[in-house]
């Protein structure tokens, strides 16, 4: 079963439903830790600002059973755009704390010139970095896949860097640290690039 973390903020139908469409559909939406704790997998979405995030996931009971799920079981866990931030110690954003899964802190995107906007939105290509990672197995490429955001991931280690994308300079699309992974896209947006890489999660990693 994949469980996706229902704590207030993030497109959690949109998922479920191409969850259901590439055939994974023992899907629900999870509000109890008794469905994370029967989950064989977990996706932690997100759509917003980070210390709201943090708070609405603290408040909804579901950490303890999700740090259980990931860290004590090893069990697979997926973030997606906030949820991806989330995994990471900290963000400009804000001032809460991350989860701290994986060491990374989120930057605001920052330019010298003007030409670029923040967000940065719309669909854009990555580079695969770490090409025997589960996640990108059987990998359609050039991959693209749509972004909204204003901050990303900078990694303390670059080996947690699954995936690159320029906007200005490198940022990390996408990370990985043992059976945690987060992308900073939107793959229930990405067409057949996400229903790939959704594939990839359900069944390789």
């Not at 109890?32 to 943090?54: R, Y």
């Not at 906030?82 to 930057?107: A, H, W």
């Not at 940022?171 to 947006?189: D, L, M, R």
Request: glycine share 8%; aromatic share 10%; charged share 15%.
């Amino acid at each position: 079963m994949i469980a996706i973390v229902n704590y207030g903020l993030g497109n959690v139908y949109s998922i479920l439903n191409m969850l259901n469409k590439i055939g994974a559909k023992d899907s629900v939406l999870a509000y109890s830790p008794e469905e994370i704790e029967q989950a064989d997998k977990i996706i932690l979405p997100g759509v917003g600002a980070f210390d709201t995030g943090m708070e609405l996931l603290k408040n909804s009971g579901l950490l303890s059973a999700i740090n259980k799920h990931v860290l004590e079981e090893k069990k697979p866990l997926l973030g997606i755009c906030l949820g991806m931030q989330m995994l990471g110690n900290s963000s400009e954003e804000g001032t809460s704390l991350g989860l701290g899964y994986i060491n990374f802190v989120n930057k605001r995107f920052s330019f010298e010139n003007q030409i670029l906007k923040v967000p940065h939105m719309g669909w854009d290509y990555v580079t695969v970095e770490k090409k025997e990672n589960p996640l990108v197995y059987n990998n359609i490429t050039p991959a693209r896949y749509y972004f909204v955001h204003s901050y990303h991931a900078i990694c303390e280690n670059p080996d947690n860097v699954l995936m690159s994308c320029n906007y200005g300079y490198l940022f990390a699309a996408a990370v990985s640290h043992e059976n945690i992974y987060g992308v900073q896209f939107h793959p229930e947006k990405s067409h057949k690039y996400g229903m790939q890489l959704l594939s990839n999660f359900v069944k390789v990693c």
